[in-house]
Structure formats: C-alpha cells, structure tokens
C-alpha cells in the first residue's frame, strides 16, 4: 500500500463506548440537543449553524418537502405497491427524480450566480452589468434562465417572497440575492413577460449567501424530497392510491391496442 | 371511469397564488414557522408534533443520520464517482443499503413490540409474560432478538439511556419501552450473556410510543440515512476517497487473479 | 493489512492489451462469438452454457421481459420524465419494483423447491408426500403458495406449457418441475379451484433444474426486467405518457382536495 | 377526461388466454424462438433484428457486460451486503453509476456523430471537413472529444478492431464510422498523442450505424451491465468480498481520525 494516499474522513467514527460524529460525542452533545434541520447543516458545512444560520436553513429544507403529487411520489407509491416489503426502495424510487426538470432550478441558479459573483471580484463589474450579460447569453442561445418563471405560480411564486424576508431579517440577502432580483427584472424587460424569481431559484440563491456551494445545492433538495416521500409512503399505507392509478393505465392501455 | 376509485391525498395542493401542504398554507404558516424534523412529523403524522413530541422525535431522527464509513456511505462516494452530474442516484445507491442487516432493527422491533401489545389488551397479560413468550419464541427458533444486542456497544449502547432519559422527561415512556426492556433483560438471563437494547431497538421502541406504525418505521431511517449521506457527499466532493478505495480494491484483485 | 482476507474475484481483469472476462479472452472469443443471453449465463454460472441450455435459459429470461404498462413501467416513465438527463435512474427507478409482488414468485418458488428436495435426498420421501407436505403447510398457515395460481390467466398461464415443452426437449424436466407439478395439483385437489402454475413458478422450478441458487434467482428477473424498461423508455422518447399519466391524477386529486 | 389524450402504447397487452409482446404472440412466436439479445433490439427498435443486425448487437452488449471490479460492482456488493433481502436495489445501485465518467461515452459520441451527419446532408460536407470542425471545436474549449483515448489501453483499444471487423462483414461500417475513424486521426494529428476510438465511442458509433437515436445508447449500456452486476452478486454470494472492502476502509479512516 506505499504509495497510496490515506484515506481520512471527518464523518464520524466510534469505540466501544463512544460515538463521535463531526466532532460532537453524539449521545451526550447531539442527541436531544440539536433539530434535524441543524444536524443537516452540521453534516453538509462541518459546524453547527448559529441561530439565524439555521432560521433561514430550516426554512429552505422545509419549502422543499412537499408539492403534492408530484411524479416522484407517483414513483415512490407505484414502487412501493410492487416492493412493499423494502420501502427504502419506493424513497428512492422517487428521489432519483430530483433531477433537471423538477429540482434541477436550484442547482443551475447557484452555478450561474457563483460563476458570475467569482468574476465579477475579478473584474469589479456591477450587478447590473453581470444580470444583463446572463440575460443576453441565455437569449441569445434561446436557453431558459434558471431561478425564474412558473407555470403556474404568476405574477408572484407565494414562496419567494416570504423566503426573502426571512433573509432579510437573518442578514442573508446579499449579492446573490440581488443578482438574483436583477436577472429577474432585466429578463422581464428583455423578454416583456412574467419572469418572477421562483422558489427553487430563491433557494439557489440563499444557498449561495449560506456558503453553500453549487454542487451540493441538489443534495439539500434531496433532503427535504426524501421526508416528503415518506410522507407519501405513509399516506399511501393507510389510503393506497398506486393500484388505482395503474390498474386506470394498464386498462386504457389495452382498449387502445389496436 | 365509472366504478373507479377516486384519488383522494391529503398532502398538498396549489393554486396560482397558493400551496398547501397537509392542510396548512406553504408560505403563510410553515415557512420560517416549523423545523424540518416537525415538518416530518406533519408529513407523517398527519399534524404538527407538539413540544414534546418534537424533543423526542428530533432526538430519534438524530441518532440516525451518521454512523461514519459504512457501506451505505461508500456506495453512495463510489456512485457519485461514476456519475458526479446525477447525486441523487448517489444518494439513492447508499439508501438502498437501508436493507435488514443494518436499519431493519427499529422497523423488527416496532413489529414485534406492536403485536405483543396488541395481543396483550385481548388477553390481559403481563408486560413479563410477554417478554418471556417472546424471548422463548425466538431462542426456540435460534431466531436473532430484534433490538437487543451490538456487535461493538458493549455493556451499554451509549444512545440508548440518553433517548430513554428524553423518553421519560417527555412522558413517553410507556408499555412498548417496558416491554423491550423486559426483554433484554429476560434475554440476558435467558441466554447468559449482555444484550443490552441497542440505538435501533430504543427508537423501535418509542416511534411505537409516538403511534408510528411499524411499517413506516424504515422510512423514518431512511430520512435520517439521507441527510447523513448528503453530508458524506459534501465531504466526498472536497476531499475524494472514493477513486483509491476502488484503485485498491480492482489492484488487488488484478493481483490475486492466478 | 495482516490477518486480512485476501480480496480474490473471477470476474475478469484488464492490462494494456488484455481484457479478460470468466477467464475467456473478451475480444478473440466473446465479442461476436456469445450471445447476450449465453453471456449472462457465463457470468451468472462461471461457464458457457451448452446449445440445450442455451436454448432453455434464453427461453426463461425472453418470458420475463415484457409485461406492458406494469407499475415499474411506469415509475422508469415517470421518473425519465423528471430526470431525462440520467437514464440509468429511470431504468433503477422501474428496477426496484422487482419486489414480492410482481416478481418474487420465482424466487420463492426456487426456495421451497430446493429445500423440500435437500430435506428429500436426507429423508427418502417422495414427490407426493413433499408435495402433499408443503400444501399442507401453506394451507395451515392461510399463506399463499408460490408459483401456482394468476389472477387473470385461467386455468392455463399460456406460457408455462411452452417453457415445460422446451424443458422437456431440452431434457432439463426433472424432479423440481415434477413437484411444482405436484403441488399443483395437490393444492387445486385440497382447495378446489383452478391454481396451474405461473410462468414465474415455472421459472423458479427451471432455474432450480439449471442448477442455480434459490437467492439469484430475483437476479434474472432483473436482467429481463431491465431489456424490458429500456424499451419503455425508447417508447416513451418517441410518444411520451407520463406527462400525461401524471397530470391527470394531480388534477383529480386537486378536485378532491375537500 | 374530454380532450386528454390517450394513452396508447405498443410494448404489449394480455387477455385470459394470450400475452402479446410488441405485435407477437409471446409464448408461441417469441419463447423458445428469440435470444434475449435479439429480444433486446425488439423491445427497443419495434421489429426483430435480422441476421447479421442480431450479430452486431450482441457483439455490442457482450462487449459492454463486465469490466472487472469497477466502482459500480462495488457498490452493487455493499449495498447487497446491507439488504441481502432486496437485491433488486443492489443491482439498481450499481446501474445508477452508469453516468458520465465511465460509461457515458457511447452516448456522447453517438450524440455528436449524428448532429454532425445532420447538418452535413444539409450542407454537403466531406467526412474530413466534419471531423476537422469536431476536433477543432474541442480543442478551442479544452473539452474531451469523447469515444477516443483510453487511460489503460494504448496504442489500441482491443476491443474496437474486434467491434469493427463486425461491422464491416455485417454490412454497417458507414459514415458514422468513418466520421469517427477521422476524428480519432484528426485529433491524433492536432494533439500529438495517442488517441485511438475506445470501445465506448466504437460502440457509439455502431449503435448509429443500427439506427440507434443517441437519447437510448445509455439505455443499452444499462442492459449489459444489469448482466455484469447480476453476476457479481452471484460472486458475493459464493465469495463475499464486501465485508473485507468495508471493513478496512472503516478502520483506516477510524485511525487516521486524528
């Protein structure tokens, strides 16, 4: 093994009487001392958030959970119908569609406001200059700007909003957030149509002032859909709905045969 | 479509300019109002967890979420080493884990202890006469005792007191915690040798206490395994391990193939 | 690394020029030269299957592969429409439904197969008294008996005579399918309704007269179930059924929200 | 459900007495009459391979089935050590590595062998002019080319000689070979160094010749390597590796805590 590079991890590790995770002996400082939500923090940065830290965090976790019967948790209650007996299989059934089209928003809105705030330190351009470059890159490639639009949500997603004030009063509305608000507004002139911030690009965003980086956005996202598909799972336990919705496919299915 | 039946949830729906998530408006009355690990109780449960319930359920869903270098968190490095542009399907790769070796033991404890109790209203037996029917059924049929017993926590499970101490200050400590401590300590007597309850037993054990059904109790490990596995690869993004553990491993067996 | 086991697999190994599978050379004698059929028994079994074998184990894993709009077909539909980008977690998505319901029959099938035949060679019993035992058994216990009965093909799966045909040509009829014959007929005798055996039931006896362990046989399900979702999914790029599937049962369950 | 489309779909559909797969009768036309190879191209191109496409596509699968102890055949063994009940998620775990770093390559290069081929019927250019641009293209944003250069296997990939010498004697070494033979030289000759087509981009640009749109090219990957990872679960079974792997990163990474 000479030669080869020492695998070290800060995850956690154990002995016969103690458990230690991110530094914290987990029995006696972390369980019952911290929340779910904070312990998500302490996992993914390496330090437990401070008060305001983890206002704004467990707010993001929590807009995320849930949104209704989604084809993630059609997936999960289709998957569960089949596989009762290893749930764990239904959550990820569902969470392997927290992909590009559903949950993919947050994802590109921090990577393009982190790739634009990096530059900008470089060439102290302003916000309004980095906004109308993105704007005019996206149009011109005839790309959909990520972190803004809804189809159903107009002129306003409820969500962002009440997101961005609570980063106000935790002292996390900076930059990113107003790159943000000036992509949005710049693309509504350019394009003279709703364009309003909607939630997971505000989540981009916050993510951004948390120091959070862009890679990892998806992971929080993943997070939060895996508690709300087991909210599924549980609903679907007491009311099942997936035979209903498969044996309704399967019949129309084979009536259109021919 | 006549005699079908009709898809009825109750998680969440929206409108234009609203979203409601378990009867309770997204934005108005959750954001910024609740914690993620409440927001999955309401997920669950159906309700908002009150204080103690929150305490005792936030303390479950933490002991859960990190146990350092498993097998769960290297396929999820290994996964994401292959495919780093889809974390969910590294995410889900180490959920899938979440099998009978490693988490089955809170969902087989729930089981075990819900049945007994239930028989138990029918035939008004005591909590010892069921714990000594179910340590005889299992030592008859050379059966492993769920809950009981670790291969490394020796005499104690370090985690088990702290969640039964937060069991007791909360008013949780009822008939399915005295029932599983009537069985470790039947079973040591029994088998002469320490099997104290371990961390997945106790949280058995008190999700029975919060009315979880036992079958969605592998859904709540699941929820805590995937914050701990977002956070291990938050970690596997700064700080690589998974490419050496897999040059090792195919070197070897290069190696080994005469 | 003293004490350690050696890690040693037959799997196959590469250097410059070289790639080697099963101990066979993978350009100059299996490219071109094996089916994809022949292969999976290759590397499920360690050696090429002779042409009889061939021929019986092609014919087990085409029967598995198409089922039309089953439950996993469309979780790989809906989840390809979330996250088109990866592929490989819609096929897994569809994949973790070869649970119990669907799919477990042959393994189950296999199972009680091998071990009433262990327990036979040890006890001298016959295929009747075996038979008779395991009806009695399942009967006992209100449990279904695997491989036998279908909810829908009465009184004959059509598949199953064809696989048995083949099985006899091939010479690959011997005492696994001559008791899954018998527990047939044992159990329609006992309950008095129609139960022939199922083609998965069928396929549990054959893999059984092939010479496969109990607990691989689910694998096979897997490697047809796996041809059959990427061709749901090559289907669904050409005329796609998700969005619509899924926004229907959205739109019915926001109607019903009260 | 007035003005919804229908659903419609021609995988397949059953009635009491017959099961029919993509147009034929499944247990008279296609069990004991198809390999599962040719069963492959089937469900995904609509139509039964003739002769010599059945013999490049098995050649294409065969080839693609096993690669020794690759990060995916780990994870596949981890997760199967956690949840031997449920290997369908072992064999889904692996599959979802099936990303871009190590088997994304037949997909890319199909992707950009057929846009080029598009706009050249549009625009009359030669094989050279196309695969200059490609090349060029490339270099200027210091992207891989992709289905060229092999870390292991120089000056020659073994397999894509083997590959396409199939090709020619089945009558499908066309443009998009040639197209990709010219950029493999063309980069050779731009960037001074070896950079033969590897057997991902070999098989790319046979999965064109085929008729193959490049969105699926991913989805025959995934169909060989469910084969290869099914086999190493039937190794892990015999020969259990995981454990071993496990164990020694945990105490590696448990030592080097400090």
Request: aromatic share 4%.
């Given at each position: 093994m000479?030669?080869?590079?020492?695998?070290?991890?800060?995850?956690?590790?154990?002995t016969?009487d103690?458990?230690?995770?991110?530094?914290?002996?987990?029995?006696?400082?972390?369980?019952?001392?911290?929340?779910?939500?904070d312990?998500?923090?302490?996992?993914?940065?390496?330090?437990?958030?401070?008060?305001?830290?983890?206002?704004?965090?467990?707010?993001?976790?929590?807009?995320?959970?849930?949104?209704?019967?989604?084809?993630?948790?059609?997936?999960?209650?289709?998957?569960?119908?089949?596989?009762?007996?290893?749930?764990?299989?239904?959550?990820?059934?569902?969470?392997?569609?927290?992909?590009?089209?559903?949950?993919?928003?947050?994802?590109?809105?921090?990577k393009?406001?982190?790739?634009?705030?990096?530059?900008?330190?470089?060439?102290?351009?302003?916000?309004?200059?980095?906004?109308?470059?993105?704007?005019?890159?996206?149009?011109?490639?005839?790309?959909?700007?990520?972190?803004?639009?809804?189809?159903?949500?107009?002129?306003?997603d409820?969500?962002?909003?009440?997101?961005?004030?609570?980063?106000?009063?935790?002292?996390f509305?900076?930059?990113?957030?107003?790159?943000?608000?000036?992509?949005?507004?710049?693309?509504?002139r350019?394009?003279?149509?709703?364009?309003?911030?909607?939630?997971?690009?505000?989540i981009?965003?916050?993510?951004?002032?948390?120091?959070?980086?862009?890679?990892?956005?998806?992971?929080?996202?993943?997070?939060?859909?895996?508690?709300?598909?087991?909210?599924?799972?549980?609903?679907?336990?007491?009311?099942?709905?997936?035979?209903?919705?498969?044996?309704?496919?399967e019949?129309?299915?084979?009536?259109?045969?021919?």
């Amino acid at each position: 093994m000479s030669g080869r590079k020492k695998l070290h991890s800060e995850m956690g590790w154990s002995t016969v009487d103690r458990i230690v995770v991110r530094g914290h002996d987990l029995p006696n400082e972390l369980i019952g001392r911290i929340s779910l939500g904070d312990m998500a923090f302490l996992e993914i940065v390496g330090r437990r958030p401070n008060e305001k830290e983890s206002e704004l965090f467990n707010a993001i976790l929590v807009t995320l959970v849930e949104h209704g019967m989604t084809p993630q948790a059609m997936a999960t209650r289709l998957i569960n119908m089949a596989a009762p007996e290893a749930i764990q299989g239904a959550v990820a059934a569902g969470l392997l569609g927290v992909g590009s089209v559903f949950a993919g928003g947050s994802e590109q809105t921090a990577k393009i406001l982190q790739e634009a705030l990096k530059d900008r330190t470089a060439q102290s351009l302003s916000i309004d200059k980095l906004a109308a470059d993105i704007v005019e890159t996206h149009v011109a490639r005839k790309a959909v700007i990520p972190g803004i639009g809804h189809p159903l949500h107009k002129p306003v997603d409820p969500r962002t909003p009440v997101l961005f004030g609570i980063a106000e009063r935790t002292g996390f509305s900076g930059d990113y957030v107003a790159l943000l608000k000036a992509i949005s507004q710049g693309a509504e002139r350019r394009l003279n149509r709703s364009l309003p911030i909607n939630a997971t690009g505000a989540i981009g965003a916050l993510l951004c002032e948390l120091g959070f980086p862009w890679r990892i956005c998806r992971g929080v996202v993943v997070i939060s859909r895996a508690v709300g598909l087991v909210g599924h799972l549980a609903e679907e336990m007491r009311n099942p709905l997936a035979r209903e919705i498969w044996e309704r496919a399967e019949a129309e299915v084979y009536e259109n045969k021919d």
